[in-house]
């Protein structure tokens, strides 16, 4: 059971990074990451939707606080796909794809602030680093020689930022209903945000376009299958495993822009990349606001 779990959870990861280097064939042929972000989060509700309407017990529903925090989260998961396409957009996929990555740093200095964890010269030390490596990935020390423009390096970081938001709401929703119903009052919420944010006319051609396939494989792997097979993978895998196969989403889709966009990296952009994804995934193993997400989830599947 735990080695089929953990399975699911490097699915899911692999499937977020696809959604990645999709995306970035997406905005390379003219769709705004916007009208991108749409179709992903739109495609993906339909999915969850399914999924609560087959597990409908204990969703939790009636909760007042359930709909706020899963639509705070939804606020969150929306940034998280608008920046993601954006820094995308504006850069690569490699370089959006590890800024995303550094998501856990900003968890950790919220979880600072709210007292959630307790700082410590280690976990200071190691979020040092991860901005070095930001550094070193974006060359923001040499905007003129840089490649990674300021937009991009700043909607990779914002991308991360509004993960962070998605895992705090969801913490606070967790106790009351389910992960699908958090999930679909999530995409709920983010669909309707972007769907009023993008371009109405490029929105609507995206239906009849050639391109659709795309969407549509975009919005089942990215949001869809991907999400359902991570909260399901977390009921039986330790967060150590979880938190150690996440780091196949940035390989993957450094890979798919790599090999399908022929996008390259400089030697120093690598060894920027390196030490986000080492430094990223050792915070991630401390961190005590991850592990009590799986928990609550392991609880309420217990519960049913």
Not at 46 to 57: D, G, H, M, S
Not at 97 to 116: I, K
Not at 181 to 188: C, G, Q
Request: glycine share 10%; charged share 10%; net charge positive.
């Amino acid at each position: 059971m735990q080695s089929m779990s953990a399975l699911l959870v490097v699915l899911a990861a692999f499937c977020w990074g696809l959604s990645g280097g999709i995306g970035g064939v997406l905005t390379g042929a003219g769709w705004e990451p916007l009208v991108v972000s749409f179709y992903r989060g739109a495609i993906g509700f339909l999915f969850v939707l399914a999924w609560l309407a087959l597990q409908p017990r204990a969703s939790g529903l009636a909760s007042g606080r359930l709909w706020f925090w899963s639509a705070f989260a939804g606020l969150g998961v929306a940034g998280n796909f608008a920046f993601y396409f954006i820094s995308i957009a504006e850069g690569s996929v490699a370089v959006a794809a590890t800024l995303m990555y550094c998501a856990p740093v900003f968890v950790y200095l919220v979880s600072f602030a709210l007292r959630f964890e307790r700082p410590t010269l280690l976990k200071w030390f190691s979020i040092a680093l991860v901005m070095i490596g930001v550094v070193l990935l974006t060359g923001v020390y040499d905007v003129e020689a840089g490649e990674v423009t300021l937009l991009a390096a700043g909607a990779g970081l914002l991308s991360g930022l509004s993960y962070a938001l998605f895992i705090f709401g969801f913490k606070y929703a967790a106790p009351h209903g389910s992960p699908q119903a958090i999930l679909v009052i999530a995409f709920a919420v983010l669909a309707l945000i972007l769907f009023l944010l993008s371009d109405t006319e490029q929105t609507v051609a995206a239906l009849s376009t050639s391109s659709w396939p795309l969407f549509l494989v975009l919005g089942v792997i990215g949001a869809g299958l991907s999400f359902i097979f991570y909260i399901v993978g977390l009921n039986h895998t330790a967060p150590a495993i979880a938190s150690i196969v996440a780091m196949v989403e940035p390989v993957t889709a450094s890979l798919f822009g790599v090999v399908v966009l022929d996008e390259r990296l400089e030697a120093v952009q690598l060894l920027g990349m390196g030490l986000i994804l080492v430094t990223v995934t050792a915070l991630t193993l401390q961190s005590r606001m991850l592990v009590t997400i799986v928990m609550k989830l392991r609880v309420r599947r217990r519960k049913r």
